[in-house]
């Protein structure tokens, strides 16, 4: 690398500025133009054509926004942070748009114009037929039970399925190229011999359509730009707006032609998936340094482009990004992915098609651009695999270490090995990577979905109450037995069991009908465009029309069970240090006046995390029954099904559902996340904490999260830096999926000082000496809670 | 069977040697520094530790005292330590430990199924164990056979010391482990006695002799304020380190985060503050060190 100036340019320090500032909205149009659409076409077309035909009004008439001085174009509202919302999902009540406008955090400003729209014309049209309502009418009475008593979250009750992620297609072909082949495969249909081929050429019509939509959609933008460039008395500024119009005169018509071609056509994209439906985890470009690598390096050659300009123009997409606030979300859904962050994340680094490792120059430039940003959009990680170099794992550490959580780290062989174990191609699945949080897919060819959080500790608390909830004693699973009538540890982990395949009969029982509704109502023929084999197969990415059709469930809490399993096996089984009766009635009294109980349940019970075999088998248990329980079930699309072992913030949701617990977590309090040990208990370091996770089969599912808290102090220097990196690749090893890195900030340590019993992990290290937090006195305390903010300062 | 005392295993230590190691730290030491931050290392038996904000005010510790030498007042457990024979059987009661043993005794196999877990993070960033303390050499029989139990399984192996040792056990050791840490504080043998309780000399020539020996030794020295930065000691330091042939010294400025521990075992802590080194007097210390013909390494080196 040489030695450019680094840091933002004036253009991109304004344009982030207003990305940052802008304060977020709610915008009616996208509803208004739906709604239209619906009114002319329903009942007069197919779905697909019925969905192809609201995408072209949509693109037709949505308002185009050129920003000044901005290089790529496009906004999916009618400006930055306007976020349009979905009515044929989740129709807002008038009370949703309050909440959404007066809620604390996440908030958006609601117009009375807007509330005014809603009130007039949206809800009256879109009230009782939008997805959300549907599916909770269609779900059984004890789906419904089990979904308000926090057993699992449903993903789909007011987001479209999505979670998918841009191949290399759109770096091939122009949206004119894949209309030829549309035609080619609509000349070939039998309407008369085959029963399938109406329904195809429904699809393949729609999806010709949607391409025409973009087309027009990307001409709106060349004529704004040309109409700006008229009025322009900046000469500079005048041509960067007759670039513009060329740019998108081309794309995404066209292949793109260069480096700058190449950006805004994926924006293009990334605008019509995003449009077209809620999706969740927006839209992702996956391998965006291998896409970029060709253009960047012909660019160069031609003297078109300078790595300063390519390094602008990479600056200026991250902020078409983050001007993209993730649509409000509503109820259950907004207590478990409570942020604007809207999951595009671009993954760098990891090996080419042929297993080469991927690493180029571009990755270098993405490392600088997601450091410079500092934006909470798009997220980032780094894909390591064994060919990587170790440079990039230390520029990627130099941002980690920075402390604001980007970029998180990955191993590419075990991304590749689980891709590979759900039988991928080899080619298919090097070039998969991570989205969303952690989820493994094939990118560009797969529709992985996930379905829902499951809430593994309300099943054992169920479990211990002989099948009832013991928030409302209401009964909802089923009767096993109490933990004295099972008489053995091993009796009582089968009856965990059997209540867990009865909740996940009940969950997957409610996905079934869900996904079909998707099918047959709510197909996505743009998206269907962009995923191979959609094109091919004539059928929608919401029926099964990709390459790959993988359904998740994720697993959460599984550091909390194992304790909790953990406390139950010494103490009630083995030791006999509690009768269940004693047990029992110190849940039930959330432990009330029994702190001296409570404390010695917590110090004397092994917990996850400490690379203790007592308590590491239990979870190694845990996970093969939830794994054997869910995974290679058939979906409606003729996919399977998986795990997944995330949580986004759900834990926190998941907690607020359960009383006390028998590792003596207080009523309420959040459950472990992703497969972090809980809370505050492991207490052997980082490296016992990577030996406990790596003993859970990370191959088997799609992806798991590991989170790693650190002080600055133990990152820093050089030694800090290896050490860090030296620790992510002996993770890898043992094949670990992901890992990310918290850099405790002072704020952190104040929340330390006020709940020690939540930070008993919490080392702070000085030079030569370090101890846990916790041991230091209140002033000694202060003294490192005021360096560390200057630490990360 | 032998058995060593040991204080703490700290797996992921990245300053007390190559690599990511763990450090086994081995009770009792001969010095009694001022300035000392691990006061629980000195006595070479177990002892307890009081927190008394974490106290429930259960009273189990006073019920499991058999000598009757706990009681709980007002602000926690307190400790007769005149009438306690370090059984530890109030750390063991106590739910919320509030109380704690510090000192647990581990057969060489016991240790060696504790350190080697984290073999994998040796093999992958070149590190090994490291024994410090306290002093390690103070346990001589048992750190020699730790030492053969990770040198069979070609673990790297590092001993951190103040040298105050006799020199048959530093020979014998210097023959099983890879490097040495060598801590040299003061060099003047009043100043010595005076603020470590203990003369100079041993250390002295046990450097020159251990070098000599052909074993890697890495010197490092704390610098604490008022007590051993005056230019006289530093001076004496860079002849000691060319006298003996080495180059190079780590400066490990002080740092009072221990403080706090002398309250916890119920002693004085004598000096009352020194404030850590500012990096302006860091700067002068080494300024002087290098003019004197001495390399400085940071602890990145």
């Known amino acids: 690398m040489g030695e450019e100036i680094r840091g933002m340019n004036e253009r991109v320090r304004k344009l982030r500025q207003q990305s940052v500032n802008t304060e977020p909205t709610i915008s009616a149009e996208r509803a208004i133009l739906v709604t239209e659409a619906y009114r002319r076409y329903e009942g007069k077309v197919s779905a697909p054509v019925l969905r192809a035909l609201t995408f072209k009004h949509l693109m037709e008439n949505k308002t185009i926004c050129i920003n000044d001085d901005e290089l790529i174009v496009g906004e999916r509202g009618t400006g930055p942070q306007a976020a349009p919302t979905y009515p044929e999902l989740c129709c807002h009540t008038l009370d949703d748009l309050d909440v959404i406008n007066n809620r604390k955090t996440i908030s958006f400003k609601v117009s009375e114009e807007v509330k005014k729209i809603q009130d007039e014309t949206i809800i009256p049209f879109w009230q009782g037929r939008s997805i959300r309502d549907k599916i909770f009418c269609r779900m059984s009475p004890e789906w419904l039970d089990c979904y308000e008593a926090g057993l699992f979250t449903e993903f789909m009750e007011q987001r479209a399925p999505g979670h998918t992620v841009a191949g290399d297609k759109i770096y091939q072909q122009g949206l004119l190229d894949m209309k030829e082949e549309i035609a080619d495969h609509l000349a070939g249909l039998d309407l008369a011999g085959d029963p399938d081929a109406m329904a195809r050429k429904d699809q393949l019509e729609a999806m010709s359509i949607c391409a025409d939509a973009l087309i027009t959609f990307a001409g709106r933008h060349a004529q704004k730009a040309r109409e700006l460039a008229a009025e322009e008395n900046n000469f500079a500024r005048k041509e960067e707006l007759l670039q513009i119009a060329a740019v998108c005169d081309r794309v995404p018509a066209h292949a793109p032609g260069n480096f700058r071609e190449a950006l805004q056509y994926y924006w293009f994209v990334h605008l019509g998936v995003i449009t077209e439906l809620n999706t969740w985890d927006a839209f992702c470009p996956g391998r965006l340094d291998q896409h970029l690598e060709p253009f960047y390096y012909n660019d160069l050659e031609r003297g078109s482009l300078t790595r300063d300009r390519a390094r602008e123009l990479l600056q200026c997409f991250w902020i078409k990004f983050n001007n993209q606030p993730a649509p409000p979300k509503v109820g259950i859904t907004l207590q478990e992915s409570g942020t604007y962050t809207d999951f595009a994340n671009i993954n760098l680094g990891g090996v080419k098609p042929d297993g080469s490792d991927g690493v180029n120059e571009v990755t270098y430039l993405l490392l600088e651009v997601i450091d410079e940003m500092r934006l909470l959009q798009p997220s980032s990680n780094v894909q390591v695999s064994k060919k990587s170099p170790d440079l990039f794992l230390k520029q990627a550490g130099e941002v980690i270490r920075k402390g604001w959580g980007q970029p998180s780290v990955f191993n590419a062989e075990a991304v590749i090995a689980e891709l590979l174990a759900q039988g991928k191609s080899l080619v298919d699945a090097r070039c998969g990577g991570a989205s969303g949080c952690v989820e493994t897919g094939a990118f560009g060819k797969e529709s992985y979905i996930l379905t829902g959080y499951f809430n593994l500790v309300k099943v054992l608390e169920i479990t211990l109450n002989g099948g009832r909830n013991p928030a409302d004693g209401k009964m909802l699973g089923l009767d096993t037995g109490s933990p004295d009538q099972l008489g053995s540890f091993d009796n009582l982990l089968d009856a965990f069991e059997k209540q867990l395949r009865y909740f996940i009969d009940i969950k997957i029982a409610g996905n079934q009908a869900i996904e079909k509704l998707y099918a047959e109502e709510m197909p996505a023929p743009f998206l269907s465009l962009i995923i191979d084999d959609c094109l091919k197969n004539g059928k929608d990415y919401n029926a099964g029309g990709a390459r790959y059709n993988t359904n998740y469930v994720q697993g959460v809490g599984i550091g909390t069970i194992t304790d909790c399993l953990a406390a139950l096996k010494k103490h009630i089984y083995e030791e006999k240090n509690f009768t269940w009766d004693e047990l029992s009635g110190l849940l039930r009294e959330n432990f009330r006046g029994q702190e001296t109980r409570r404390q010695y349940l917590i110090n004397n019970t092994p917990h996850y995390g400490n690379d203790d075999n007592y308590a590491d088998t239990i979870m190694q248990d845990v996970f093969k029954r939830f794994h054997r329980t869910v995974d290679g079930r058939k979906t409606v699309r003729g996919g399977t099904y998986r795990i997944n072992m995330l949580p986004t913030t759900c834990h926190v949701y998941f907690g607020s559902v359960i009383g006390a617990t028998p590792d003596g977590r207080p009523a309420g309090m959040p459950l472990s996340e992703g497969i972090s040990p809980a809370q505050g208990v492991d207490l052997q370091g980082p490296t016992a904490v990577i030996k406990s996770a790596s003993k859970m089969d990370h191959l088997l599912t799609g992806g798991t999260l590991l989170n790693m808290k650190f002080t600055p102090r133990v990152l820093s220097g050089k030694k800090g830096l290896e050490s860090l990196i030296r620790l992510i690749r002996a993770y890898f090893i043992l094949d670990g999926h992901h890992i990310q890195f918290n850099v405790i900030d002072a704020e952190t340590l104040r929340e330390a000082q006020k709940n020690p019993e939540q930070y008993r992990n919490l080392i702070v290290r000085v030079a030569g000496y370090s101890d846990y937090f916790n041991n230091l006195n209140e002033k000694l305390q202060n003294e490192i809670i005021a360096r560390t903010a200057h630490e990360l300062g | ?301």
């Open chain 2, 1 to 301: 069977m032998i058995k060593g005392l040991i204080f703490n295993i700290q797996r992921y230590s990245l300053h007390d040697g190559p690599g990511i190691r763990t450090t086994v730290f081995l009770k009792g030491c001969p010095l009694d520094c001022w300035w000392c931050q691990n006061p629980e290392s000195i006595s070479p038996d177990p002892d307890i530790m009081r927190q008394p904000d974490r106290c429930l005010g259960c009273r189990s510790c006073v019920e499991a005292c058999p000598e009757g030498a706990v009681r709980v007042g007002e602000t926690g457990p307190v400790l007769d330590r005149s009438l306690c024979v370090r059984c530890l059987q109030c750390a063991r009661a106590c739910p919320a430990e509030a109380l704690e043993a510090v000192g647990k005794e581990y057969t060489v196999e016991e240790l060696f199924q504790e350190a080697m877990k984290d073999r994998f993070i040796f093999d992958n960033s070149g590190g090994g164990i490291t024994f410090s303390g306290g002093e390690p050499l103070m346990q001589p029989d048992f750190l020699e056979r730790a030492l053969k139990a990770f040198q069979k399984e070609a673990v790297h192996t590092v001993i951190d010391t103040s040298g105050y040792a006799p020199w048959p056990i530093i020979e014998q050791m210097a023959a099983l482990a890879d490097m040495f840490l060598y801590d040299l504080k003061l060099i003047n043998d009043l100043e010595s006695r005076r603020y470590t309780g203990i003369s100079s000399r041993l250390a002295l020539d046990n450097l020159q002799c251990l070098v000599g020996h052909g074993a890697p030794v890495r010197v490092r020295m704390p610098v604490i304020p008022g007590i051993n930065d005056h230019h006289s000691n530093i001076d004496a330091v860079a002849e000691t380190l060319i006298e003996c042939g080495l180059e190079e010294l780590e400066l490990i400025p002080y740092h009072n985060y221990g403080t706090a521990k002398y309250a916890r075992l119920d002693l004085e802590y004598l000096p009352g503050t020194i404030e850590a080194p500012t990096a302006e007097k860091l700067g002068q210390v080494k300024t002087r060190l290098e003019t004197r013909g001495i390399k400085i390494l940071s602890e990145d080196d």
